[in-house]
């Protein structure tokens, strides 16, 4: 593959990371909504990738603290805001998957 040389910026040291929103979570379509409204789908791909964990994180984390409201004036607040506001609290997040970057899928 790359004949035991190291590429600086290698596109198989990354991890892609699955998340969704629960269709069982009653809030289900709120936050469907609020997660497009940041640019991000109910099934969201995140891709993780050596020396930028932190901005994968950064990426990541709005969007599974929004799975995990479950406080419906919480979610309420969120709905009626500008911007990207996602307050931590337990619920329902499930992940789907997580593969290394360009490994083959088993169907």
Known sequence: MNYGFVDEDNSYDCLIIEAALSTEDPQCQDKRMVAQRNGKLSIQVFHVNIGKEKEAVANMLPYLRLGYVSNPSK????????????????????????????????K
């Not at 309420?76 to 931590?88: D, E, K, M, N």
């Open 75 to 106: 979610m309420q607040y969120i709905i009626s805001s500008q911007g990207r506001v996602c307050p931590l609290s337990l619920s329902h997040v499930s992940y789907h998957s997580v593969t290394p970057c360009h490994a083959p899928t088993l």
